[in-house]
C-alpha cells in the first residue's frame, strides 16, 4: 500500500472520529449556531425597518438581502471555534500523545479536523441560509455559475479560518483558553459590513473594516448572490484566503509536529 493510499485511509478514519464526536455531543455546536441566528432574527425584526430606511430601502425586505451574506460568514467563524475547542481538548487529555505512539500517517489528524469542520460549517450555513429564506431572503438574479462561485468561496473561506483554529487549538492550555482565543473569528464580522456599510462608520475605523478579512468575502458574496459590485473586492477576499490557509497550515504543522516536552 503506498504512502498516498495510508495517509488518505488515515486521514478517513480521523474525520469519521470527528464527525461522529461532532454528533454524539451536539451541544456546541448548537450553541455556536444560535448566535448567527439570533442576531439574524434580531437585525431583520427588530432594526429591520430603519437599517432599511438606511439603506434606502421601502420595507426591511432590503435589509434582510443586505445582511444575510454577513450573517453566513458570522456562522463560519462561529463554527470554527468549535474546532479550536476540539483541537484542545485532544491535546489535554493526551489523545495526541496516543495517535503520535500508533502507526499512522502523522498529518492524518490534523486532516480530520480541518475536514469535518469544514462540512460543519457547510451544513451549518446550509441551516442559517434555509433559515434565511424562511424569513425572506431571496437571490432571484443569481445564475448557477454565480452560486457555485459563492459556495466554493466560502469552503474556502472555512478552510482558512479553520487552519486558524487548529493553530489556536494546539496552542491552548484548555478547551476554556481555545474558546477565548479564537473568539475574534465570531468578533471580526461585528467591525466589518457584515451589518452596516463600511461608508457609515467613523473616518478612522473604516480602514480597518475595509480591509480586514470578512469585508471582502462578505462583499464579494454580495455581488454574486445579489448582483452589486465587486471591485477589488474579488481578488482580496481570494488572497485573504489563501494567505490564511497557508499561514494557518504552517502553524499548525510546526506547532504539531513539535516533539513533546
Not at 499512522?104 to 441551516?127: A, D, E, F, T
Not at 448572490?225 to 482580496?236: M, R, Y
Request: proline share 5%.
Amino acid at each position: 500500500m503506498s504512502s498516498l493510499t495510508l495517509a488518505l485511509r488515515d486521514s478517513t478514519t480521523m474525520l469519521r472520529r470527528n464527525l461522529l464526536h461532532a454528533r454524539r455531543y451536539p451541544s456546541l455546536t448548537l450553541n455556536l449556531l444560535l448566535t448567527p441566528i439570533m442576531l439574524l432574527l434580531l437585525f431583520v425584526y427588530i432594526f429591520g425597518d430603519v437599517m432599511s430606511a438606511g439603506l434606502g430601502g421601502a420595507d426591511r425586505s432590503a435589509y434582510i438581502a443586505y445582511v444575510v451574506p454577513g450573517i453566513l460568514l458570522m456562522t463560519v467563524g462561529g463554527t470554527v471555534v468549535g474546532t479550536a475547542v476540539s483541537v484542545s481538548n485532544d491535546m489535554t487529555e493526551g489523545i495526541i500523545d496516543r495517535f503520535r505512539t500508533m502507526a499512522i500517517h502523522r498529518g492524518s489528524v490534523l486532516i480530520g479536523h480541518v475536514v469535518g469542520s469544514v462540512l460543519q460549517c457547510v451544513m451549518s450555513v446550509i441551516l442559517v441560509g434555509a433559515v434565511a429564506v424562511a424569513i425572506g431572503f431571496r437571490s432571484t438574479d443569481a445564475s448557477a455559475l454565480e452560486w457555485l462561485a459563492a459556495l466554493g468561496l466560502l469552503v474556502l473561506f472555512a478552510t482558512a479560518l479553520t487552519w486558524i483554529a487548529v493553530g489556536m487549538g494546539l496552542i491552548s492550555p484548555n478547551a476554556e483558553a481555545a474558546s477565548n482565543n479564537a473568539m475574534p473569528m465570531i468578533l471580526l464580522p461585528l467591525l466589518s459590513s457584515a451589518f452596516v456599510p463600511v461608508d457609515a462608520m467613523p473616518g478612522w475605523f473604516q480602514p480597518i473594516a475595509e480591509y480586514q478579512p470578512f469585508t471582502p468575502v462578505i462583499e464579494t458574496l454580495r455581488g454574486l448572490l445579489l448582483g452589486s459590485e465587486i471591485g477589488h473586492n474579488g481578488w482580496l477576499a481570494v488572497l485573504w484566503c489563501l494567505g490564511l490557509a497557508v499561514l494557518g497550515y504552517f502553524w499548525s504543522a510546526a506547532k504539531f509536529n513539535r516533539d513533546p516536552k
